[in-house]
């Protein structure tokens, strides 16, 4: 559909009587055209005000460590018998005989070597929506959010609680911020029940670990 000039003229002065009467700034685009789109105003937002927020986070850690030691000592030693005499000239002396029949000898060699090694990767993914409500309107008008869900099913509970810090300017149009875009992002998730109860270690097990943890 192309709409000519008259239409397009048409559909300008059938504005609202109320959206010309707001003063518009003189030399902007908005005062020399009658097809300006004016901008959106700046929201202000108020404690107990509601704010959906899309949870992506991703998160990965990988680390490789090797660690090779070898030590070798060899230890050596003899013992010689000393034995006291007078020269020809009856001045003492000291005369000392380290032979095979008469001089203990001791002898020790060790060797040590040890290697390890050890891997490490563990990749997480949470994907959610929450609505969170703002708890404190800071005096740079930074938002303090707080959300908690709460979700029972079959005696299994799952609790997630979401706090954080975000900005004004962040927040939508449709009244949702990212998760990536909130400082101070803190995600707690709790399981209770039977699920989580199975899934964990029992008490021999643990036991095991702990002794075999080298």
């Given amino acids: 559909m192309i709409r000519t000039n008259?239409?397009?003229?048409?559909?300008?002065?059938?504005?609202?009587?109320?959206?010309?009467?707001q003063p518009v700034a003189p030399g902007t685009i908005e005062a020399m055209s009658l097809f300006a789109v004016r901008s959106p105003e700046e929201r202000h937002f108020a404690r107990h005000d509601l704010i959906q927020i899309i949870v992506r986070e991703?998160?990965?850690?990988?680390s490789d460590s090797q660690l090779d030691t070898k030590k070798d000592y060899t230890l050596a030693a003899e013992v010689a018998w000393a034995n006291f005499s007078f020269d020809a000239f009856g001045q003492p002396g000291v005369a000392t005989t380290s032979g095979a029949h008469n001089a203990p000898v001791f002898e020790a060699i060790g060797k040590k070597k040890h290697k390890g090694e050890?891997?490490?990767?563990?990749?997480?993914?949470?994907?959610?929506?929450?609505?969170?409500?703002v708890i404190e309107v800071l005096p740079n008008g930074n938002?303090?959010?707080?959300?908690?869900?709460?979700?029972?099913?079959?005696?299994?509970?799952?609790?997630i609680k979401l706090t954080g810090i975000c900005r004004p300017e962040d927040i939508t149009s449709a009244n949702t911020v990212l998760s990536n875009q909130i400082h101070d992002l803190k995600i707690d998730k709790m399981n209770t029940g039977f699920v989580k109860d199975a899934a964990d270690k029992g008490i021999i097990a643990q036991v095991l670990d702990a002794i075999f943890a080298f």
């Fill in 118 to 133: 050890g891997d490490y990767d563990r990749t997480d993914e949470f994907t959610t929506r929450m609505t969170a409500e």
């Fill in 143 to 159: 938002l303090i959010l707080e959300a908690r869900t709460t979700i029972s099913s079959d005696k299994e509970k799952t609790c």
């Fill in 58 to 62: 991703q998160s990965r850690a990988k």
């Fill in 6 to 21: 008259s239409s397009l003229l048409a559909i300008a002065l059938s504005r609202p009587s109320n959206y010309e009467k």
